[in-house]
């Protein structure tokens, strides 16, 4: 899974309005929406598997009669989607919390809920260290959080964690999702991992892989592209090993199939994925890839360190020349690849010989574009209690390094790109201009464009300039 950034998601649009489902698992109700006219506020850490569930909640809550709220100050509900990625991130959620108890004190009808993985990983903390904290509930119980919401109004504070032994059997599916753009969408395809990276905090808080059904996961791609989605993004921390843990009449459905029949859905023109793992990634996918037109050519495989050494440490599976054959396997079996990584820099026991041996990776693959991290050690890791932790000034200085090789490749390869016909899909209007439109290739290259279209309107440009993170294109 790439490493988590951390955002901030206020979601502002209407979502479908479908009646509610409540009560316990396995027994539904209808009830009628219970917060008419109320408005909430959504301020979301982490990754995009985070970003997504809190679609799900603004489409759950708005499916409850709320509305978004224009600020955190005017909101009758805030909710809280927590990452505990960073190492500070349970310090920064504890001062968050602090600074909303007097707000709570100022308005006692404001409600507050807690969800995501620190909710999952501090599980009753939370409520002991700040009891005015309304709801809190854990990374598989999402699709709850209005149902606590109505526990904690006519009972009280509330803690719902999902825990190994209470596992639910299933991902749901078919619950309002409330999107940030019309014509883009993510597809939640498995969540939890079985992988067991020592500097990765998500199987602990995540849990075991468990995979949607095909028919669910396909059914939801028709409804989004009846709803004019044009792009979708399958979501898993490990895509590759989709369908392992599901048994269709004595058939484990492939991650390859699924891509392929995702494709056949009509007006879905774009899909992508993320993220695979490289030790799973097979030739199945990259046919797929390559035979299925809908899917762009494109990945995303992270490498995290080019070292033999801090790999196995990294228990990522796989060695540098491995990684670099299944690099070569793909880009000759899907033309035209597009590529991007993720490297750790300066984890526990990293020589300057394994840094070395990452830069040398790095020169062989030459990525379009890489994300690079300074380690810092998550509690609850295997990683945070490795020895051998690198000096900071160490990491600051290969993290300098590797920096500025990727982005003089990063340059060269956009520099390849100028003279290229290209066929864009427009995502809004610059932020820096708005008389320039912020479009996207198949490759997954932003390109800028003079002029102004509904997004989601597919363009055909030539490349015209190269800049550092972004192409300059006119339209053909
Ligand atoms: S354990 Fe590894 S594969 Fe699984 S989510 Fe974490 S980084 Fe990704």
New binding site residues.
């Given amino acids: 899974?790439s490493e988590a950034t951390m955002s901030e998601v206020a979601v502002s649009e209407v979502a479908m309005s479908e009646p509610i489902m409540v009560g316990m698992p396995g027994i539904k109700e209808v009830r009628p929406p219970r917060r008419e006219g109320q408005s909430y506020f959504i301020r979301t850490f982490g990754c995009q598997m985070n970003e997504h569930d809190s679609e799900r909640i603004a489409g759950l809550l708005e499916s409850d009669g709320m509305v978004c709220a224009d600020s955190v100050d005017t909101a009758d509900l805030i909710v809280l989607n927590t990452c505990t990625i960073r190492e500070n991130a349970d310090v920064k959620l504890y001062g968050y919390l602090g600074s909303l108890k007097r707000a709570k004190t100022e308005r006692p009808t404001l409600r507050i809920a807690v969800g995501g993985c620190s909710a999952q990983k501090e599980r009753d903390l939370i409520q002991e260290r700040a009891g005015w904290v309304d709801v809190v509930f854990g990374t598989h119980n999402v699709h709850r959080v209005v149902d606590l919401l109505d526990h904690a109004e006519d009972w009280g504070p509330v803690t719902e964690i999902w825990d190994e032994a209470n596992a639910v059997a299933d991902i749901p599916s078919g619950l309002p999702v409330h999107r940030e753009t019309e014509h883009s969408a993510w597809v939640t395809i498995t969540i939890g991992?079985n992988?067991?990276?020592t500097f990765?905090i998500?199987?602990i808080v995540r849990g075991a892989e468990l995979s949607r059904r095909p028919g669910d996961v396909i059914r939801e791609i028709e409804g989004l592209a009846r709803a004019g989605v044009k792009e979708i993004t399958l979501l898993g921390?490990?895509v590759n090993s989709y369908g392992r843990d599901l048994d269709l009449n004595g058939h484990k459905p492939l991650f390859a199939e699924l891509l392929r029949r995702a494709g056949d859905v009509a007006g879905i023109e774009r899909i992508r994925f993320t993220?695979p793992?490289p030790k799973d990634f097979r030739e199945d996918v990259a046919y797929a890839m390559a035979e299925t037109p809908a899917v762009c050519e494109q990945i995303h495989f992270p490498l995290q360190s080019g070292s033999d050494r801090i790999l196995a440490r990294m228990h990522r599976g796989y060695t540098a020349e491995r990684f670099l054959a299944k690099l070569k396997m793909m880009r000759t079996i899907v033309p035209d690849l597009a590529s991007s990584t993720d490297v750790i820099v300066g984890f526990p026991g990293e020589t300057e010989a394994d840094f070395e041996g990452t830069l040398d990776v790095m020169r062989q693959a030459r990525f379009d574009n890489a994300y690079m991290f300074q380690f810092s050690p998550r509690p609850g890791t295997p990683a945070a209690e490795m020895d051998g932790h690198v000096d900071p000034d160490v990491i600051q200085q290969r993290f300098n390094r590797l920096t500025t090789l990727q982005n003089a490749i990063t340059m060269e390869l956009n520099q390849a790109q100028v003279g290229r016909e290209v066929n864009v899909m427009v995502e809004g209007p610059s932020k820096k201009d708005a008389s320039v439109a912020t479009t996207r290739t198949r490759g997954n290259r932003i390109v800028h464009i003079e002029g102004s279209w509904q997004p989601g309107t597919f363009l055909d440009v030539r490349v015209v300039r190269a800049a550092a993170h972004h192409l300059g294109g006119v339209l053909l």
């Fill in positions: 899974m991992c992988n067991s990276c990765c998500v199987p921390q490990n993220s793992h």
